[in-house]
């Protein structure tokens, strides 16, 4: 079974950028979608970035648009989301997920795999 490992988050000033990493154990992720998501306590865990398993497709939530990037590293176990311009309610817990041959997509149900989460704090 594909595993994942976040890592990257942090306490960040409002303005600032992050980069979180997802990378992949026992196998690589270049057959899988990846997607990243946030949840806040109270709340319901939401799609921000997802990347197709060929990397041609990328898709972005309203509220990361023009502020984030997904892109696969090499070697391609890994997959990262650069964030910038940081606002306060960009605070949760991030997690990565992927689908196997997926296109990839907003959705919690469309992925099997998941990571356990790095948190990321932006103060105001």
């Known amino acids: 079974q594909l595993q994942l490992v976040e890592s990257g988050g942090g306490l960040v000033q409002a303005g600032g950028s992050l980069r979180l990493s997802c990378a992949a154990s026992?196998?690589?992720?270049?057959?899988?979608?990846v997607g990243w998501f946030r949840q806040v306590p109270g709340k319901q865990r939401e799609g921000i970035s997802y990347?197709?398993?060929?990397?041609?497709?990328?898709n972005y939530a309203e509220s990361m648009k023009g502020r984030a990037t997904i892109s696969r590293g090499d070697p391609k176990n890994t997959v990262y989301l650069q964030m910038n311009n940081l606002k306060p309610e960009d605070t949760g817990v991030y997690y990565c997920?992927?689908?196997?041959w997926g296109s990839g997509s907003l959705f919690v149900t469309d992925f099997t795999s998941w990571g356990q989460g790095t948190q990321v704090t932006v103060s105001s």
């Open positions: 026992r196998f690589t992720v270049d057959n899988y979608a």
């Open positions: 990347i197709s398993s060929r990397g041609d497709d990328t």
């Open positions: 997920a992927a689908q196997r």
